[in-house]
């Protein structure tokens, strides 16, 4: 018996860990489906706006049918004191990298629930999600949140054979750092010496861990964190060194 073939969804395909998740597949030979606001993608997608969501689920369900795995990388960094935060800056990371995942993800599990359909949905969280990082409540909030989303829906839908879990990536040499990252000097410099495989994380390096995921057919609401280690030293940007002004 031959299995069914597989189809991908991934939100935010098109760039960054996404355009990694993205490659990585068509190569295996799998049906790649990218949704995104910006870049090469195939469905357009905004995760601010349900409407949007709402639009893209019915156009990807269109041209592909239910999906038998489903991968959100869509979201933005965010640094900031707290005190200092403006209110519209926190709704709108919280609107992408939050409510944004979990309108996605709901929309493709009932599409599947529907269809009868079982299949993996991955998250992208990060370990900010459970280390204090101090200018950066906004993001971590935003993380943390998503975790336990993550692990809600898991229990929800397991009864309809979906599994739902997520990666989380520590500092890792995508788009969402801003300019080409500078290991010679400066914070992630510090990072990487901090990260006891010694480098920054790529693009590459979560995509491998997003396919275990996938393919990991007895797991479910676990947040696999692919960082080389840095989660081992918290907190990561460390409190004397910012009170020292290094």
Not at 61 to 73: D, I, N
């Amino acid at each position: 018996m031959t299995s069914p073939a597989r189809t991908h969804v991934v939100v935010g395909g098109a760039s960054g860990i996404g355009a990694a998740v993205v490659e990585s597949e068509r190569s295996a030979g799998v049906t790649v489906l990218v949704l995104d606001i910006a870049g090469d993608h195939d469905v357009k997608c905004d995760v601010t706006d349900p409407v949007s969501i709402d639009e893209a689920v019915s156009e990807t369900v269109a041209r592909v049918g239910a999906p038998s795995e489903v991968t959100v990388t869509a979201g933005v960094g965010h640094s900031g004191m707290l005190l200092d935060l403006p209110v519209d800056e926190w709704d709108h990371v919280i609107a992408v990298n939050t409510r944004g995942p979990l309108l996605v993800m709901r929309a493709f599990a009932r599409v599947m629930i529907d269809s009868g359909t079982s299949g993996s949905i991955v998250a992208t969280s990060s370990v900010s999600a459970r280390l204090v990082d101090r200018s950066m409540g906004a993001y971590c909030a935003s993380k943390a949140a998503l975790s336990m989303l993550v692990e809600i829906a898991a229990s929800e839908w397991a009864p309809h054979g979906i599994r739902v879990n997520a990666v989380g990536p520590g500092v890792t040499a995508t788009p969402m750092l801003g300019r080409a990252p500078n290991t010679e000097s400066g914070w992630l410099a510090s990072v990487q010496d901090r990260t006891p495989l010694g480098r920054l994380g790529t693009a590459d390096d979560i995509a491998e861990v997003i396919g275990l995921l996938h393919g990991a057919h007895w797991v479910t609401g676990q947040i696999l964190e692919a960082d080389g280690g840095l989660g081992l030293h918290s907190p990561i940007d460390a409190f004397g060194e910012a009170q020292r002004g290094t």
